[in-house]
């Protein structure tokens, strides 16, 4: 061999180990995140990776996350010397999750605090953690007073060529398909979250932010500059008008969010909780006022449902006959007529045993629309105003659209109207909207948000009627791994375009589509029609969980999850493929040893819109085959039997 290059392999060997610098493991050793220095010394540009170790053998999955900050008065990247790496601490707390897919949770990992200085000889930690599903990592400049403009955040996530993604455009309404691709030749924009699948396909990760506060303006992806780096950047200007500021203003001391990697299989990204637990605690002490359940709503079959006194009574009535317990009041509420106006409608509602839910425009300059009511959440004080009236009337949530950008003022608004709706017990929906930060662990009563191409899109143009199929099986791996997402699911009728997604596939979206509180989208006939089995699992199927587990599915193919709720399983599984039926073995050995339970399995029938019931006992050695039609579905229930 040649001595050169022997000479020439030691020395890398020796740079390398001189530049990594701190190695963070999770609990159960599988997830690993480094440090290294770019030139292999104490002191430049710093990076991360992220690494799986499984059966022996460890797996680069991120090569190069690129650290850094650029303040409006200093830089924190060029020229950072590395100070020390503190003791890995465990982070183990418990926490009770009121909403989402799981009401146990914990907050685990070990993490290190790694303290750099630059040039000016002004510091910056960077928190790494590593769970057993992910890795997190923060800033924080620890200086003790100050205010800065920060002119940009370097994060940047190296992504190889090879890797397969499930990225969408961004848009500030977070209404965008999902596109799948094996490389960057897409350079644009991206929302959070983003999902990847190593070269080798051992691997998935998904990449997003949480614990985004007051101090920090929302990020996105952006591979504009270098086709294989998805870097954060700020808002653009033109968001919500052109008004408010695109870069945001810090106060010392200051922490940035959360820049969460889940990784691991699929099952470990959707069935991660890690957005929300990185989160912070419930800020509301009492929280017994806060209630999932699911809602009817009129506005996708009828556009201006809410304008009739007449429709407003029979979608109250339709909760009232399906056990469901609220009713959303959509737009056009204060113009209601056609034989009552609010005021009647409410009284009819609340004789129903019904709880009201009401709409309103986020309103001020950054929206177009002039919907009223428009301005009554804007400040604190109409706010307070209108939450009073609201008690007085026995509304108990609120439904905020259009807000259109994620700059820092609108952060700001997110969290003041969460602030003063907890203080009147309100509950909380946002529409028109940014994805989830984690925000509802801090803030229960906030129960869902919009942020996705939901059923509302039936009303907006032909696209979605041939693209919904696909794009209901990827959110479960992208969107609604993130936190609650009200698509307004589960139309068997149709709205101003037509779904040829079958009576099966709408069913199963009740168990596999997670929100707080779970909009119902279709007119009253369109439930009553259904056959009984059916109607009846509708009246029953829960939608806040304990327990969630992905049984098997690939992003934009297929998908089977099973949702626990007490001593009850529902699951439910669809095919989005437009050609091919499929047929699932479906196996049950996520359940307990030795009990038996009574399975209710409604799968596709002979064609689009018949329905097959089948009542079985199983347990959990026991497995059916499941034949789902093209774009079609089916959903269950097991009950254990006395």
């Known amino acids: 061999m040649n001595k050169t290059f022997i000479v ?8 390398s180990l001189s530049a990594q610098k701190t190695t963070v493991v999770s609990p159960n050793r599988k997830i690993i995140v480094e440090l290294f220095n770019t030139q292999g010394s104490e002191k ?36 950072l010397k590395f100070l020390k790496a503190g003791k890995t601490l465990l982070i183990n707390e418990e926490y009770t999750a009121i909403h989402g897919k799981r009401s146990q949770c914990s907050n685990s990992a070990n ?37 800065f403009v920060m002119k940009d955040e370097l994060t940047a996530y190296s992504i190889p060529d090879s890797t397969k993604r499930w990225l969408q455009k961004f848009n500030p309404a977070n209404e965008g398909l999902y596109t799948v691709m094996k490389d960057g030749e897409v350079q644009q924009d991206w929302a959070y ?12 990760y998904l990449i997003h932010e949480a614990d985004l506060d007051r101090n920090y303006c929302g990020t996105k992806l952006s591979n504009i500059s270098d086709k294989t780096t998805y870097k954060l950047t700020f808002p653009d200007q033109w968001n919500g008008r052109g008004k408010g500021e695109s870069l945001p203003t810090i106060s010392l001391p200051w922490e940035s969010p959360w820049r969460v990697i889940i990784a691991g299989s699929l099952a470990d990204i959707v069935e991660s909780t890690l957005v929300d637990d990185v989160c912070p605690p419930s800020v509301i002490s009492r929280t017994d006022w806060i209630k999932p359940g699911v809602a009817s709503w009129n506005y996708w079959s009828d556009n201006h449902g809410t304008r009739s006194y007449k429709t407003v009574c029979a979608f109250a009535d339709l909760a009232a006959e399906m056990g469901w317990p609220y009713t959303l009041l959509d737009w056009e509420w204060d113009s209601m007529g056609d034989g009552g106006k609010l005021e009647d409608a409410l009284t009819y509602i609340h004789s129903k045993g019904i709880k009201p839910l009401i709409w309103y425009n986020s309103g001020g300059d950054h929206t177009w629309v002039e919907s009223t009511p428009k301005n009554r959440m804007l400040t604190h004080e109409n706010r307070v105003e209108e939450f009073t009236k609201l008690k007085k009337l026995g509304v108990v949530g609120v439904k905020i659209d259009f807000f259109e950008s994620e700059k820092q003022d609108m952060i700001k608004y997110y969290l003041d109207i969460l602030d003063d709706a907890a203080k009147f017990e309100m509950l909380v929906y946002f529409h028109g909207c940014l994805v989830p930060r984690g925000w509802a662990r801090t803030y229960p009563n906030l129960m869902t948000y919009e942020g996705v191409r939901g059923a509302e899109w039936y009303n907006n143009g032909p696209e979605f009627t041939s693209t919904a199929p696909e794009h209901n099986a990827v959110l479960p791996f992208t969107r609604n791994v993130v936190g609650a997402m009200d698509y307004t699911p589960v139309t068997f009728t149709n709205s101003q375009f037509p779904h040829i997604t079958t009576y099966g596939h709408e069913l199963a979206l009740s168990v596999l589509f997670e929100s707080g509180i779970q909009h119902f989208a279709d007119r009253p006939e369109g439930y009553y029609s259904l056959p009984d089995a059916v109607r009846v699992f509708l009246k029953n199927v829960p939608n806040s969980w304990d327990n969630t587990k992905l049984l098997e599915g690939y992003p934009g193919k297929d998908i089977i999850i099973a949702r626990q709720k007490g001593n009850k399983w529902y699951i439910g599984g669809i095919n989005a493929d437009n050609m091919q039926e499929k047929t699932r073995k479906l196996s049950f050995d996520f359940l307990p040893e030795g009990v038996k339970y009574k399975l209710i399995l409604i799968t596709d029938g002979k064609h689009d819109k018949e329905f097959y019931t089948q009542y079985l006992v199983v347990n959990k050695t026991s497995s059916v085959d499941v034949k789902l039609l093209r774009r079609g579905g089916f959903a269950a229930c097991l009950s254990p039997v006395n």
């Open 193 to 204: 979250p983003a999902l990847f699948n190593t070269p080798e396909k051992d691997y998935w």
């Open 111 to 147: 993490e290190v605090v790694v303290t750099f200085e630059n040039p000016t000889k002004a510091r910056m930690n960077l928190i790494l953690r590593a769970y057993n599903d992910g890795v997190a990592f923060r800033y924080e400049l620890p200086e003790k007073s100050g205010s």
């Open 8 to 15: 020439l392999l030691l020395l890398s060997i020796v740079l």
């Open 44 to 79: 430049g540009e710093w990076f991360l990776k992220v690494k799986i170790s499984d059966k022996g053998k460890t797996s680069e999955i991120i090569p190069q996350i690129t650290l850094g900050l650029d303040r409006s008065d200093q830089n924190f990247s060029k020229e």
